[in-house]
């Protein structure tokens, strides 16, 4: 069944509400994001979310390999796996806002890998030699003159009936779609609602697998689209601005353009990449959002009516993907018009795709 998963904040208080309304509302999954400075954790929202629903899939979206040592963020996505009876996945990303507030770049695509490999052997509840994890640093346990120490690590409280959690890898450049596919059990694209772009990034990573010797379609895919259902597609590009200018940066990150791209569409990413606010991060009133170029915003985004936002979605169905992440309205976007576009998604599109994509 193709999934559709709705991305969230963990504030304090509001986490749980969040999931419990998302449930309701027939979502598959809730992401929380993990931004310190911009958020409360994401792994006690996770925990408070696990308690008050019953179905609903619970991941971070995303973490980082910067913020927390493998064994901690493995350790706290377990405790989620447990809490939640096996609902928990691993969102893991390059960062971005989480670091930027620490004076930070994102994470080279070798720190990723080295993080990501980690991670995986945690959750697999495998031993790892000591310095075989990537570390922040600290002086050396031997120095302390123990009687008896560690001679490796590993979460020894893991249960063995447990299921390993699974890591979703999300994606935008050739690099790190290569570290999904050798590494991840998902991978999730953030490249846009293009289906060039997402058959492109889907080719990318079967690569990498066939080289890695693993099968190429045996990876869960899905795809970050920004998507606001209305009548006008003016007024869905103005209530989807925000998020959908932190979305499309991705693919500019560094300045140039990744994946395939018209000379107009780079163009429009670059100008993107010189207006970025990390300050406004998100908003609909941003000076990224105000430079977005209407024609690219078309093509990178899903926005106009209950019609046209069912053929878009198919045809990224069409293309691999069975997993759906939807960025919707800003949060300073109108909230009426906000909440009828989300109502005309979970009441009238999601359920056509579904329909489109039964056997």
Same mark, same amino acid.
């Given at each position: 069944?193709? &999934? ?10 509001? $986490?749980? +509400? ?13 992401? !929380? ?16 979310? #696990? ?21 901690? $963020? #493995?350790? @706290?996505? @377990?405790?989620?796996?447990? &809490? ?15 670091? @930027? ?9 070798? &720190?990723?890998? =080295? ?8 959750? /697999? ?15 050396? !346990? ?9 001679? *490796? ?28 596919? +050798? ?55 103005? !209530? ?7 979305? $499309? ?18 163009? #429009? !990413? ?9 300050? /406004? ?35 990224? =169905?069409? *293309?691999?993907?069975? +997993? ?6 800003? #949060? ?6 906000? +909440?009828?576009?989300? =109502? ?13 994509? =039964?056997?």
């Amino acid at each position: 069944m193709t &999934e559709f998963w709705t991305l969230g904040v963990g504030l304090p208080k509001i $986490a749980a +509400r969040q999931a419990e309304a998302a449930e309701g509302a027939g979502w598959d999954g809730l992401l !929380l994001v993990d931004s310190q400075n911009l958020a409360g954790d994401c792994y006690v929202g996770l925990a408070m979310a #696990a308690r008050v629903t019953e179905r609903i899939g619970l991941g971070t979206g995303v973490t980082n390999p910067v913020t927390r040592h493998p064994a901690v $963020a #493995a350790g @706290a996505i @377990a405790t989620v796996q447990a &809490e939640s009876g096996g609902r928990a996945v691993l969102g893991i990303g390059r960062g971005d806002s989480s670091l @930027a507030h620490l004076g930070l770049a994102p994470a080279s695509v070798a &720190e990723l890998e =080295a993080h990501v490999a980690a991670v995986q052997a945690y959750l /697999r509840g495998d031993e790892l030699p000591f310095g075989a994890a990537p570390s922040p640093g600290g002086r050396a !346990l031997s120095t302390l003159g123990l009687a008896g120490q560690p001679s *490796a690590s590993r979460l020894h409280w893991l249960r063995p009936d447990q299921p390993k959690v699974p890591v979703d890898v999300f994606a935008t450049g050739p690099k790190v779609l290569g570290v999904a596919g +050798r590494l991840a059990d998902r991978v999730t694209f953030a490249v846009g609602a293009e289906a060039e772009r997402v058959v492109w990034a889907r080719d990318t990573v079967r690569r990498a697998r066939t080289d890695a010797g693993l099968d190429p379609d045996a990876i869960d895919v899905g795809a970050c689209v920004n998507l606001v259902c209305h009548p006008d597609p003016d007024v869905a590009l103005g !209530l989807a601005s925000g998020g959908l200018a932190s979305f $499309a940066r991705f693919s500019v990150m560094h300045g140039t353009p990744t994946g395939p791209v018209s000379d107009a569409e780079s163009s #429009a !990413l670059r100008r993107l990449h010189s207006a970025y606010d990390m300050n /406004r991060h998100t908003m609909a009133g941003s000076p990224q959002a105000g430079a977005l170029d209407a024609d690219f915003a078309h093509r990178f985004a899903i926005l106009g009516p209950v019609d046209h936002c069912v053929a878009r979605l198919n045809q990224l =169905a069409a *293309a691999g993907v069975r +997993r759906f992440v939807i960025i919707g309205p800003a #949060a300073d976007a109108d909230r009426a018009e906000g +909440r009828a576009s989300v =109502a005309r998604l979970v009441n009238e599109v999601v359920p056509a795709v579904r329909e489109a994509a =039964a056997p």
